[in-house]
């Protein structure tokens, strides 16, 4: 059997606790629930199975994997899971070194108590490659997913040499910051020919530069900001107005939820990052721009459940208004999850088969794809099934 | 130009009225929101222009269109329009002959204060059919569509004769009902072979008696149940659940509604037509059938509006259980009656290109839809687009 | 210190074990969140403690009470609270008795697997009476409180023998079924001189004959139907409309639950008993009756949980018409458990203070209060508060 | 019959327009609902006829009371009722007198296109007054009512001469402004004796230094922040919390809007003048302060109309959590003007009883009363009933 290795990026955050906890349940007998890869429609397509995977990750805070599996999983209602697994998430435990801060912004530096110092952005990229082939050579694995679930950062300001490579790889080796961090790990993975997903909005690979690495290096990836709640909804939703020519007047989200992803969200500077991730694609499902709002508050109290109420203003015949309202009651980490596994089969399976670059079919599982245009969900599935059968 | 005869079975009930009136909105300049197909992807198919339709009908019930017009559009907050397009409507009201109510049961004969008598079942379908060749010579028209509006009736015991045409034909001579009244104006249609669209759930031309004598006389046919509120939602969201492999535990739904198609479904017998087309198609969204009730109750405040609550129960990774849920405030005539316009376009366009029997591609107007079993709108609706092109 | 005999009919149901799952969970420490009587304004009072409660009760089902807390505990979020407790449940257990399903109809019937034979109704008040006496004298209690919580049952047809005690009586010694179960234990409870709570829609003790009794034994009892949810909501919101004087026009709610009362109500005489106790209280709030219907609905994957949405149309300043609606969500057990409680507190507090009769100044706890019109809650709060610290 | 002078602070406003308007209606004969004091238990109380009222104004904006009455009523669903009492709102436009934007922030700067210059807050109010003076004559107003309907202003920072009536008195004669708008009306009223009702969350007459003045002149006031909506739904719905001692974990609540007070609080700094007036109350309704966030964002589609969604999450028994959403979906000002009218009867009625100073009294209209740290609106509502039997 082949060996994927797994590097999460945020790997004691509560998607990557929920991540291995679920993967190890599953290779227990659980049901592969949530996983669109365990659809009917995906069997016989040769992807990668589920016990191929081993983890490992960076992370910047500290405390133990296996509590936070045990906090955020008692919080989804599955109080006593942590503890069945909790071999399985120990040995991941052992295989999680120190993250990154550097370019961050505050919010993210204030999180890190388990960092490593790095003069310029090139030694960090280079500290970073040392531990990702420290982890494939530990664990024997075949080939590398990178995946990036760590807390949202501030977008940072576009610089030119983030159109070129070879701008971008002289100007990281000079004093100052270029990158944020999702970024030098995307750097990191790419240069070494391995595969990144930005599960999160920060900017990660979204740069010409980093895609023309992709291409030299023959690595895939693909991002960004996983589609789990509202916007997910409104990826299916919104095909109801198009489909029936009932012209939206306004769309209004509002979001609350009480994990960690929350409370970095109270800094406006992450907040903004998150908002245009989620805020943009109305025009694009819709055809024009209706007016706009999309809100994200903490709500301590809520711990890992995310709430969305939208109200919908529509017009229909004659201009007549009505509105739709809709409340989306999810645990975050429970809906996030499935995905992650599915993004690495999936990447590793484009790896297998010699694609490199943006991964433009697996739109589907994120709020702001990279490499295609389209929104909606049902024509991001349908595509992404036609991908399977035969690349790009 | 020519001339499309658009004969309503229910012309004083609230949908017809709108849709005569938005009819005549639009010819004086209104934007045509809520058509299908005045949508961008429509334009060149060559379907006929709204001018040409002309409208005419049969109605059970007293009153005056204009009047009711007035009620209907100033509950859906458009008070002044009935007045603006008052002769439009005064002008089909002058074409508006009695209706049959044999065989429909006890509700409907109760509204019935200005029917067509009949000893027989063929008698009733002769006496339509005199109307409408009647009207079709008044008004010059080309060609005829003749759609139900009328409330729902009870489902009447399948017969044996429901099976074959000439069977049918046959029993219809007999003393006593053998058809509700809107598989008598089905009837009466298809003989002629002129169109008929069912947009409601009642029996209508839903056999295979009438389907056969369809293909004889080269008549279309189309239907049921028009899909406009929450059906319409559920067509669309449960993609959702299916794409991302979220196994729904319970879907529970409960409309109120004021309008007279709601006091008629406070009988138990027509309610019980009303909610087996609502809700058995949660089976064919999803591939499995859940645990499900639909509801439909009579709220008389709320007048012309209908307001759906549903709560949705669905399981994600490793089992964990969450909910969304949703209210549509739908002003029903307002979402009923362009789909009434669309649909007698889409049914004179394929009359035009020489189709026969049951038109599957119309699929999406409908919650039941005949000829086809695929029930989610998008799917629905790419079938329409390429039916438009090239005909099935 | 003093000890209270709390006698529960429906022992092995959800409210029961949940009741005395909680009671001993406070008992080693756990805050007293959501009884009544905890508030600050109910210290010195003089109200007996809730160490001084001992359990027991009687059963139709079978099962057993630890079993059943662990399901419903589970349910509620607290999958580990039936096992601490375990000791004390299984105490319980051990003081469960056969039930009495004798004119309670048939979907009582059908639960029955564990039930007292009786060829006449006086026969099984016989046997209750010896049930409750053998326990007193187990437990060495001081008083009795008899509460029921069994599943609702049909309504009876109203005789002429429920209006004298002596009628009753004579009636119970034939040989038909005169009483439903609830009246037969209301019946031993205050022959004996004890406390009788009823805490469902079921006739219990609201017949003037068994008031006459309690006068005449010195017994108090109160009742009837627990306000949990919908209804205790529905009784402050009325409030804001008609302090405003806002009339409402039409108040719609549904509930939807998955326990087993959810089952029961599932047969339309015992739906009826309870649409009948949500529902009539509307123009005693509001002062007059706005078109209003309630549906109840089971929706097994729910589990302990109850929904309700309600949607309210009213009307403002110059006819306006505006709507309100609310979803609640709520634990259907840990709603009422602590009510019980305080229940039996109020009611042996009532005892000895040595008062008879029903005890109206409780009002508060009940969708369908006997001894009161009043069905505010902060009036009927007010009025509690009031007879505490004196005596009606 | 008395005649009482009424003079609106924003009087081409939404709410102005919908007062003046409603108040004509019902002098033509329509039903006075959603009238506090039109309830049956206000009869005999001796309050002021309704038809005593003539209005007149300050306007800082331009356009036509008919005109804005227009669009208003239109949105709230009464399109024709502006035209019906055209005269009576033509008849107020020409009592308009331009107004005051001196001290009132940027945002309200903007906005003004008809405003009084003054070089000093004494010449603005001497102005003012002489304003008021001139209306009072030229109606024959036996008394007068100045009622704040402006825009939210910022809040000024506190000054010591806030505290104190002659330091007041003394600073407003320096050539920089002292006071916001609000304030510099309320200051001209109260010292010509006359009323003041501050129905803004702005600063108006909430400082010792105007109480003070009101005691020496004899004048009545009252505010501040008419409670019409979200507010209003706390104050009566934490009741259920709190009585059944069920503790809030967090109450979050978000409102959208469309009309100009919306609009004015896209301005941060007048935003956090509203929000914190709706924020503050839970502590004191639940006697203590759960986690809790109100928002408030512009939505211009939905015209007058303002949801609010509110989110509480609550526990019960054994610290189970639950939760209870509402949503309020009013039309503004159609909540808003009958207040008004209530506000100047019993304001007026209290000036003819000799009082002086702030009414405590008439909390039940306001967000954040003054005079009183009553919340509830049940006991508001009985302490207003109170006063109005005797004097406090």
């Known amino acids: 059997m082949a060996r994927i290795g797994v590097w999460l990026i945020g790997?004691?955050?509560?998607?990557?606790?929920?991540?291995?906890?679920?993967?190890?349940?599953?290779?227990?007998?659980?049901?592969?629930?949530?996983?669109?890869?365990?659809?009917?429609?995906?069997?016989?397509?040769?992807?990668?199975?589920?016990?191929?995977?081993?983890?490992?990750?960076?992370?910047?805070?500290?405390g133990s994997l296996r509590d936070r599996a045990r906090v955020i999983l008692a919080d989804c209602g599955l109080p006593l899971l942590a503890d069945h697994v909790g071999e399985a998430l120990d040995a991941v435990e052992a295989r999680i070194r120190p993250g990154v801060v550097r370019g961050g912004g505050k919010q993210i530096a204030a999180l890190g108590d388990d960092v490593v110092e790095a003069r310029t952005?090139?030694?960090?990229?280079?500290?970073?490659?040392?531990?990702?082939?420290?982890?494939?050579?530990?664990?024997?694995?075949?080939?590398?997913?990178?995946?990036?679930?760590?807390s949202t950062e501030p977008q940072p300001p576009w610089q030119p040499c983030f159109e070129d490579a070879d701008a971008l790889l002289a100007a990281l080796a000079g004093p100052d910051p270029v990158l944020p961090p999702s970024s030098l790990y995307?750097?990191?993975?790419?240069?070494?020919?391995?595969?990144?997903?930005?599960?999160?909005?920060?900017?990660?690979?979204?740069?010409?530069?980093?895609?023309?690495?992709?291409?030299?290096?023959?690595?895939?990836?693909a991002g960004s900001d996983g589609k789990t709640g509202e916007t997910l909804v409104k990826s299916v939703l919104s095909e109801l107005f198009a489909r029936r020519n009932l012209p939206v007047l306004s769309w209004f989200g509002q979001n609350i939820l009480g994990n960690g992803d929350g409370r970095v969200l109270d800094d406006?500077?992450?907040?903004?990052t998150k908002i245009r991730s989620k805020d943009h694609?109305?025009?694009?499902?819709?055809?024009?721009?209706?007016?706009?709002?999309?809100?994200?508050?903490y709500v301590g109290s809520l711990g890992e459940w995310k709430i969305a109420w939208?109200?919908?203003?529509?017009?229909?015949?004659?201009?007549?208004?009505?509105?739709?309202?809709?409340?989306w009651n999810g645990c975050d980490s429970l809906l996030a999850?499935?995905?992650?596994?599915?993004?690495?089969?999936?990447?590793?399976?484009?790896?297998?088969?010699?694609?490199?670059?943006?991964?433009?079919?697996?739109?589907?599982?994120?709020?702001?794809?990279?490499?295609?245009?389209?929104?909606?969900?049902?024509?991001?599935?349908?595509?992404?099934?036609?991908?399977?059968a035969s690349p790009a």
Chains 1, 2, 3, 4 share one sequence.
């Not at 009917?40 to 191929?52: S, W």
């Not at 990229?125 to 995946?147: H, M, P, S, Y």
Request: aromatic residues 6%.
């Open 121 to 150: 952005d090139a030694e960090a990229v280079e500290k970073i490659r040392r531990d990702l082939d420290e982890f494939q050579a530990a664990v024997g694995a075949d080939r590398l997913v990178v995946v990036n679930l760590a």
């Open 11 to 62: 790997a004691r955050g509560s998607i990557s606790a929920v991540t291995v906890a679920g993967h190890a349940a599953m290779a227990a007998g659980m049901e592969p629930l949530g996983l669109v890869t365990e659809r009917a429609d995906f069997a016989g397509a040769g992807l990668p199975a589920l016990e191929e995977f081993v983890f490992g990750g960076h992370e910047i805070q500290g």
């Open 186 to 221: 995307a750097c990191a993975a790419l240069l070494g020919g391995d595969a990144f997903v930005n599960f999160t909005p920060s900017l990660g690979s979204r740069l010409p530069a980093l895609e023309a690495l992709a291409l030299r290096t023959g690595a895939v990836h």
């Open 268 to 272: 406006p500077a992450n907040k903004a």
């Open 281 to 297: 694609l109305l025009p694009k499902l819709l055809g024009y721009a209706p007016e706009s709002r999309v809100g994200i508050d």
């Open 337 to 388: 999850a499935p995905l992650v596994l599915d993004l690495v089969r999936l990447t590793a399976f484009a790896q297998g088969r010699g694609e490199s670059g943006v991964l433009g079919a697996l739109g589907a599982f994120f709020k702001d794809p990279m490499g295609t245009d389209e929104q909606r969900l049902v024509a991001q599935d349908e595509a992404l099934l036609r991908w399977l």
């Open 310 to 327: 939208d109200h919908i203003h529509f017009q229909g015949f004659l201009g007549g208004r009505m509105t739709m309202q809709f409340v």
